[in-house]
Nanobody, 125 residues
């Protein structure tokens, strides 16, 4: 399985970005997908996840109401729409595909067995 994350960049506080994660090499539509982020000098943290159908989502409290995760299984793509960005959102963002078919969207990194290379998001004026 290969994952390609894209869409990162430099944005001012209050701005928006949409990250994309494109998967290949697996029946993507059977698996949950999660977004995680790692800020400089910190551990990788959960951000958001979506189940195989898109019917269930899970968010860390700090992004609820600002970020939206969605998926288009026909395009093997998961999106993370990020609005009202804050400097604290600055990090490298990683997408990951779950290891169990039809599982709920997990906050735990060990529930995912394939990871993308990351896309960098910088929120600064």
């Amino acid at each position: 399985v290969q994952l390609q994350a894209s869409g990162g960049g430099l944005v001012q506080p209050g701005g928006s970005l949409r990250l994309s994660c494109i998967a290949s090499g697996r029946t993507f539509s059977w698996y949950a997908v999660g977004w995680f982020r790692q800020a400089p000098g910190k551990e990788r943290d959960f951000v958001a996840a979506i189940n195989w159908s898109g019917g269930k989502t899970n968010y860390v409290d700090s992004v609820k109401g600002r970020f939206t995760i969605s998926r288009d299984n026909a395009k093997n793509t998961v999106y993370l729409q990020m609005n009202s960005l804050e400097p604290e959102d600055t990090a490298v963002y990683y997408c990951a595909v779950g290891s169990l078919k039809f599982a709920d969207p997990s906050r735990t990194g060990s529930s995912y067995d394939y990871w993308g290379q990351g896309t960098e998001v910088t929120v600064s004026s």
